[in-house]
Nanobody, 127 residues
């Protein structure tokens, strides 16, 4: 059983940076594949980034590649989404999610494969 809590969202100007945190409970969290998703009112849920259990494998949506970095610190049961050069189109509620499946399976599966989801944190990027 895993519980996820996102934090770190806020209001920033275009070009600014934020670091989102996904803090997890559960002893087995370090074995989970973790992803970040976002959802804006005018869009459906959008994949942002994914990271393997050991942090050695990552993947990003084209829209954030080169600007966002997903990292994890399993000793702290936390996954981070480091965001820089933020754009107004990055405005959304950001969710982290965890899956007990391995990276190779999760990365080619729809979001429904994730077993646990956080409550989300709002990121707003102003012009």
């Amino acid at each position: 059983q895993v519980q996820l809590v996102e934090s770190g969202g806020g209001l920033v100007q275009a070009g600014g940076s934020l670091r989102l945190s996904c803090a997890a409970s559960g002893r087995a969290f370090s074995s989970y594949t973790v992803g970040w998703f976002r959802q804006a009112p005018v869009k459906g849920r959008e994949f942002v980034a994914i990271i393997s259990w050991d942090g050695r494998t990552t993947s990003y949506a084209d829209s954030v590649k080169g600007r966002f970095t997903i990292v994890r610190d399993n000793a702290k049961n936390t996954v981070y989404l480091q965001m820089k050069d933020l754009k107004p189109e990055d405005t959304a509620v950001y969710y982290c999610a965890a899956s007990g499946r391995g990276y190779s399976i999760v990365a080619r599966s729809p979001p429904s494969i994730f077993d646990y989801w956080g409550q989300g944190t709002q990121v707003t990027v102003s012009s």
